[in-house]
Protein backbone atom coordinates (compact mmCIF):
# COMPACT_ATOMS: atom_id res chain seq x y z
CA UNK A 1 0.00 0.00 0.00
CA UNK A 2 1.58 3.33 -1.01
CA UNK A 3 1.68 6.19 1.51
CA UNK A 4 -1.20 8.66 1.30
CA UNK A 5 -0.38 12.47 1.53
CA UNK A 6 -4.16 13.64 2.16
CA UNK A 7 -6.31 14.23 5.25
CA UNK A 8 -8.01 10.75 5.67
CA UNK A 9 -11.42 9.99 5.34
CA UNK A 10 -14.78 9.53 5.85
CA UNK A 11 -15.46 13.48 4.63
CA UNK A 12 -18.59 14.70 4.15
CA UNK A 13 -19.93 17.09 2.25
CA UNK A 14 -22.35 20.15 3.85
CA UNK A 15 -23.61 22.82 2.21
CA UNK A 16 -20.58 24.44 0.87
CA UNK A 17 -18.36 23.13 3.03
CA UNK A 18 -16.46 19.95 3.02
CA UNK A 19 -15.60 18.13 6.02
CA UNK A 20 -12.64 16.59 6.47
CA UNK A 21 -11.96 15.21 10.15
CA UNK A 22 -12.96 18.90 10.79
CA UNK A 23 -11.19 20.49 9.15
CA UNK A 24 -13.17 22.58 7.15
CA UNK A 25 -13.07 24.02 3.64
CA UNK A 26 -15.13 26.65 2.12
CA UNK A 27 -15.67 25.27 -1.66
CA UNK A 28 -18.33 27.35 -2.46
CA UNK A 29 -15.80 30.33 -3.23
CA UNK A 30 -12.83 28.18 -4.67
CA UNK A 31 -14.98 25.84 -7.04
CA UNK A 32 -17.03 26.93 -10.02
CA UNK A 33 -21.05 28.11 -9.21
CA UNK A 34 -21.68 27.88 -12.89
CA UNK A 35 -24.93 25.56 -13.56
CA UNK A 36 -24.52 24.38 -9.77
CA UNK A 37 -21.16 22.41 -10.07
CA UNK A 38 -20.01 23.60 -6.65
CA UNK A 39 -22.55 21.32 -4.92
CA UNK A 40 -21.85 17.98 -7.21
CA UNK A 41 -17.54 19.20 -7.17
CA UNK A 42 -18.10 19.18 -3.66
CA UNK A 43 -19.80 15.35 -2.97
CA UNK A 44 -17.44 13.82 -5.81
CA UNK A 45 -14.58 15.52 -3.45
CA UNK A 46 -15.62 14.34 -0.39
CA UNK A 47 -16.33 10.34 -2.14
CA UNK A 48 -12.32 10.60 -3.30
CA UNK A 49 -11.40 8.43 0.02
CA UNK A 50 -13.96 6.22 -0.31
CA UNK A 51 -13.40 6.18 -3.81
CA UNK A 52 -9.54 5.26 -3.56
CA UNK A 53 -9.86 2.76 -1.18
CA UNK A 54 -12.66 1.04 -3.28
CA UNK A 55 -10.22 0.92 -6.24
CA UNK A 56 -7.14 -0.44 -4.09
CA UNK A 57 -9.13 -3.04 -3.01
CA UNK A 58 -10.51 -3.32 -6.84
CA UNK A 59 -7.03 -3.83 -8.13
CA UNK A 60 -5.44 -6.25 -5.76
CA UNK A 61 -8.86 -8.57 -6.42
CA UNK A 62 -8.64 -8.16 -10.47
CA UNK A 63 -4.78 -8.72 -10.13
CA UNK A 64 -5.58 -11.90 -8.15
CA UNK A 65 -8.32 -12.92 -10.31
CA UNK A 66 -6.17 -13.23 -13.17
CA UNK A 67 -3.52 -14.72 -11.89
CA UNK A 68 -5.34 -17.49 -10.37
CA UNK A 69 -7.52 -18.11 -13.92
CA UNK A 70 -4.42 -17.15 -15.75
CA UNK A 71 -6.12 -14.34 -18.02
CA UNK A 72 -3.38 -12.18 -19.56
CA UNK A 73 -2.78 -8.58 -19.49
CA UNK A 74 -4.10 -8.09 -23.07
CA UNK A 75 -7.23 -9.52 -22.11
CA UNK A 76 -10.12 -7.49 -20.92
CA UNK A 77 -9.99 -7.74 -17.16
CA UNK A 78 -5.94 -6.61 -17.95
CA UNK A 79 -7.52 -3.41 -19.65
CA UNK A 80 -9.66 -3.21 -16.37
CA UNK A 81 -7.08 -3.42 -14.23
CA UNK A 82 -4.66 -0.98 -16.17
CA UNK A 83 -7.56 1.57 -16.07
CA UNK A 84 -7.86 0.89 -12.24
CA UNK A 85 -4.16 0.81 -11.95
CA UNK A 86 -3.70 4.32 -13.61
CA UNK A 87 -6.37 6.07 -11.76
CA UNK A 88 -4.48 5.25 -8.53
CA UNK A 89 -1.50 6.69 -10.08
CA UNK A 90 -3.08 9.62 -10.84
CA UNK A 91 -4.52 10.20 -7.30
CA UNK A 92 -0.99 9.52 -5.88
CA UNK A 93 0.28 12.43 -8.22
CA UNK A 94 2.42 9.46 -10.19
CA UNK A 95 0.81 10.80 -13.27
Avoid at 2 to 14: I, N, S
Avoid at 24 to 35: A, G, I, W, Y
Avoid at 67 to 85: C, E, K, T, W
Wanted: glycine share 8%; proline share 4%.
Amino acid sequence: MTERKWTPGPWEADGCFIDANRCMEQVCNTLSSVNGRNFADARLIAAAPDLYEALESAEESIATFMGVHGYPMDSGAGDILRQVSAALAKARGET
